[in-house]
Nanobody, 125 residues
């Protein structure tokens, strides 16, 4: 059974940093593309970042490009989201996602095979 467990969320001031982690079990981790999504209250879930199985290819939404990075540690079966220069509009529940296919092109919720339970990030202005 595939399980994705996020951690690292919390409350931070605008301009600060947070690092989210997602530890996977029940799968061969480095066979899969992985992604982070987020959902703010009253809004649809949106893709934040996606990474290839090797880690050599990364993709970011325009809203986080230049501020967030998505490293992965295949040996540790862990996906990360390093978030810098946080803004109030980054406040959301953040979800780790296992992608169904080996592509990050236009990554959306419909392409997700498994979800984590989510971790809350709140940025105070």
């Amino acid at each position: 059974q595939v399980q994705l467990a996020e951690s690292g969320g919390g409350l931070v001031q605008a301009g600060g940093s947070l690092k989210l982690s997602c530890t996977a079990s029940g799968l061969t981790f480095d066979d899969y593309y992985m992604a982070w999504f987020r959902q703010a209250p009253g809004k649809e879930r949106e893709g934040v970042s996606c990474i290839t199985w090797s880690g050599r290819g990364t993709y970011y939404s325009d809203s986080v490009k230049g501020r967030f990075t998505i490293p992965r540690g295949n040996a540790k079966r862990t996906l990360y989201l390093q978030m810098n220069s946080l803004k109030a509009e980054d406040t959301a529940m953040y979800y780790c996602a296992l992608m169904q296919q080996l592509t990050c092109a236009g990554f959306t919720s419909s392409g997700v095979r498994n979800w984590g339970q989510g971790t809350q990030v709140t940025v105070s202005s």
